[in-house]
Structure formats: C-alpha cells, structure tokens
C-alpha cells in the first residue's frame, strides 16, 4: 500500500473523510472504512496506521474475498503442523504478524460465519488459538476493516453478525465516490497526466484539449478514482504528440470493432394480454429492449448527438481530416460541413 500513498483532492467532501481518519488514527480502538471500489479505503487504512503510535510497527493486509472460505480462519489464526492437510509445519497467522502493529481486513463483509465469530474472540479477548492447537495466544492488535457492503442490513438479514459489527465500528469513516467530490476530476486528472508523461520521457505537459476535460468531468467514474487513474494514462500513452493537448480519450478499454458478441440471445417477445392471440402467421412483437430518452426538439438533439460523434472522432485521429471522414464514411467536403456547421475548432 505504500506505493500509493498521497490524497489528491480538494473537495470538501473528500477533505472531511480525511480530516475523520487523521482524528482517529491516534486511537487504539477499531475502524470500520466505507466506500465502493476505488475510492482509496487501503489509502485511508495506511492513513490511519501511520498516524497512529503503531507507525514503527508491521501493517499487514489481508484481502478477505481473495481466499477460500476453507483457508482464512488459517490465514487470520494460523495453525499448527498436521492441523489439516498439507499443514507441514506450523505457521503464524496475521494477527501473530500483526502484533503491536495493526492490521488490515479488506472485504470484511466476505468473512465466513465462523471465520466472524473467531474474530470477535479475537476483538474481545486479545488473544487468538492457531488451528490445531488448544493453546491461545495473546497479542495486540489494532484491526482497521473495509467493505463496500451494508453491514448494517447484512446484520439485519443475519449474514453479518451484530456483535462483531458492534465492536467494529467505533469509528466509521464513509469516503464519497468521485462523481460527488466537485472539481476533484480536473485535479486528479492532472496529476496522474503529468506523472505519466514524465513515465514516458515527455518533455511537457500539454494537458487536455477542452472537450477531453468536460469528458472527464462528466462521466460517473462508477471505478471512482482506480478507473480515472487508467483512463488517463491510457489516453497519454497513446498520444504520439506531447507538443499538442490529448484529444482522445477512451473510457472502457474492450471498446473494439473487432470485439467478440458472444452467443447473441433471441429477443424475448412482448407478453400479450389475457384473451388476445397473436395472429397466424404473424410476426412475434418484440419487446424494446430499453427506453429512449424523452426529447423536445428532435432537431437540437440529433444536431448535438453528430456533434459528439464528430468530436470524438476528430480527437481520436488527431484532427487529421481525412482520416477522420473515411473513419466516419463521409467526403472530406461533408466532413468540412460538419466542423463549420458545428463551431468546431482543434483544440
């Protein structure tokens, strides 16, 4: 977690998230951390360790959902030789490892039954029992969890135990996804740009053209800001000019002509009322697959819709014309309306 360890960001919200984790770190008392992917919880979790007077002393980092369920009470307690199969020889858990440091629960809400209620033993008591062994063991811990479940409601539903959510949350600090931090794309944006570029040995930093900017500032980030980190250096790396801003950039990445379709499925017809039979020999009705957008002015939207189509185009080959109109299928002259019919200039 150290590789990437700086907050980039100005938003009140995000500062908020920061400003609670720095509050808490100094306590000796758990942390639960909230947030969807990418929004930096390992950050936060890093955060809360170093800050703390456990700094000098091990972080460990155990990622909950990446092992089978069979192996993590082993993992988190470890055990002794001949515990099960293949145990050769007796091996510490990450509690053991962890002792007088912190450690760190990705995925929490992942967590077996049984794995939960061994680790509210562990919570409670200080002490953990290696599997295999009859013998606990003591050690002191500092446990920071992430999750981007509702534990509360898998408390409710009873695939989360209460208790243990009990004594986890003293601190909860919830981090805002990046569509809700304002002004925190053009910032983050720019830094992980002019760190690519320097990647890559260019000798400046153009930034972006104006239409890349206000792509990145409107698109929902559902990967928050993992997502945004790639998308940028993919644009960057991508662009042969360093003299001239990037106007290209692609959100997903198996965006193809050449992508596979799979099986395509056979579109599932429209029910029909109770007592109306469809015709013989009559075609099935098709359901729409999904709604349109509602419009005003059919003529403004179809006008904005070839603008984008043309914009982006023109980005992605580098405002080169004549690539771009056989790209598009239109004449160099049609495409020439285009740009003049749409205000567009190279940015």
């Excluded at 919200?13 to 509050?23: G, M, P, T």
């Excluded at 004594?167 to 944006?189: C, N, Q, Y």
Aim: aromatic share 8%; with cysteine.
């Amino acid at each position: 977690m150290e590789r990437e360890n700086q907050f980039i960001g100005q938003s009140g919200a995000f500062l908020d998230a920061v400003e609670r984790a720095s509050r808490a770190a100094p306590m000796r008392r758990p942390v639960l951390v909230i947030g969807e992917r990418g929004t930096g919880k390992e950050l936060i979790a890093e955060r809360l360790h170093r800050l703390s007077e456990r700094w000098g002393e091990p972080l460990v980092t155990m990622n909950c959902a990446a092992l089978p369920e069979t192996l993590i009470e082993a993992e988190l307690f470890g055990h002794e030789a001949g515990a099960f199969t293949g145990a050769t020889k007796a091996r510490a858990g990450r509690f053991e490892e962890a002792d007088k440091g912190t450690l760190f629960l990705d995925e929490l809400g992942t967590l077996s039954m049984a794995a939960q209620e061994r680790l509210l033993r562990a919570v409670e008591y200080g002490e953990v029992t290696r599997i295999g062994s009859s013998r606990p063991v003591r050690v002191d811990v500092r446990i920071v969890a992430a999750t981007n479940e509702d534990l509360p409601r898998a408390a409710e539903d009873g695939t989360f135990r209460a208790d243990l959510l009990d004594r986890l949350s003293f601190e909860v600090i919830t981090l805002p996804p990046l569509r809700v931090r304002d002004g925190d794309v053009e910032v983050l944006a720019d830094y992980f740009g002019r760190r690519m570029a320097a990647e890559i040995g260019w000798e400046g930093w153009p930034g972006f053209a104006p239409h890349v900017a206000k792509q990145l500032e409107d698109y929902a980030w559902p990967g928050n800001v993992r997502e945004l980190r790639n998308v940028v250096e993919r644009a960057i790396y991508r662009w042969d000019d360093w003299h001239e801003p990037v106007a290209h950039v692609q959100f997903d990445p198996f965006d193809s002509p050449w992508k596979p379709l799979g099986e395509k499925k056979r579109p599932a017809a429209a029910s029909v009322p109770a007592g109306m039979a469809a015709p013989a020999g009559a075609a099935p009705v098709v359901a729409p697959t999904a709604e349109l957008e509602d419009v005003d002015d059919l003529r403004s939207a179809v006008d904005e819709h070839e603008r984008k189509i043309v914009e982006h185009a023109l980005g992605k080959h580098r405002w080169n014309q004549r690539q771009t109109a056989k790209a598009l299928g239109l004449s160099y002259d049609q495409l020439r309306h285009c740009i003049k019919k749409h205000g567009l200039a190279e940015s």
